[in-house]
């Protein structure tokens, strides 16, 4: 049974920063692209950053040169970097990762970036 799961979230000033990890069981990180979605508050959940098994990297638009994506295969745990925050980055973030050709989803956490 696949399961992620996230942590690292919670609440900080604008300009500060956050790390979220997440970390899976029943899967193996290494050989699966690996990725980082939000959901803002009434909003759609959005791809934020993915990262393939062979480590290129992709972000949104919104987030280019503030997030970082990296991978701990011997850890089996991936992570989100996050500096410079701003409000409009309040959202829930989700991790997930894809085995074949499904992906599974952590719980999601809770990233309130205050003004």
């Known amino acids: 049974q696949v399961q992620l799961v996230e942590s690292g979230g919670g609440l900080v000033q604008a300009g500060g920063s956050l790390r979220l990890s997440c970390t899976g069981s029943?899967?193996?990180?290494?050989?699966?692209?690996l990725a980082w979605y939000r959901q803002p508050p009434g909003k759609l959940r959005e791809l934020v950053a993915l990262?393939?098994?062979?480590?290129?990297?992709n972000y949104a638009d919104s987030v280019k040169g503030r997030f970082t994506i990296s991978r701990d295969n011997a850890k089996n745990t991936f992570y989100l970097q996050m500096n410079s925050l701003e409000p409009e980055d309040t959202a829930v973030y989700f991790c997930?990762?894809?085995?074949?050709?499904?992906?599974?989803w952590g719980q999601g956490t809770q990233v309130t970036v205050s003004s």
């Open positions: 029943g899967i193996t990180f290494s050989a699966n692209a």
């Open positions: 997930s990762a894809r085995a074949g050709l499904r992906w599974y």
């Open positions: 990262i393939s098994s062979g480590s290129s990297t």
